[in-house]
């Protein structure tokens, strides 16, 4: 094998190597952020509990409620408030302006499906 071979084998093996890390590594706090939290309701009750959304003030807050339950989802301290039907979803996106822990809940039930912590 040539040197020039060895060299663009090297090349070959350090390319494929960066990529397999940008798409293996662990997400850290700044990809959740980002990312869109998922919050499935059965019969009136949060699966799996009251689901954790944390994100930095600024950042976007992304949600979305699927829902067995036709209800209003209410996002306390915001104050943003959207129906969902049975069988249907919701979505939310807004800016997380406001540093706190706020409660997000199907409304009329008074059942508390997730906690929204904006830190500063």
Do not use: C, W
Not at 12 to 28: I, R
Not at 94 to 106: Q, R
């Amino acid at each position: 094998m040539t040197t020039r071979a060895r060299i663009a084998l090297l090349v070959g093996f350090v390319a494929v190597a960066v990529v397999a890390y940008v798409v293996l590594k662990p997400s850290n706090e700044n990809s959740k952020s980002t990312g869109v939290a998922q919050i499935t309701v059965k019969g009136g009750k949060p699966v799996g509990g009251i689901k954790k959304i944390t994100v930095k003030k600024g950042d976007p807050v992304r949600f979305v409620v699927h829902s067995d339950v036709s209800d209003g989802i209410h996002v306390h301290g915001y104050n943003f408030h959207k129906d969902v039907k049975a069988g249907g979803e919701v979505s939310f996106s807004f800016p997380g302006k406001i540093d706190g822990e706020f409660v997000i809940e199907l409304e009329s039930r008074g059942e508390q499906i997730a906690s929204l912590v904006v830190n500063p």
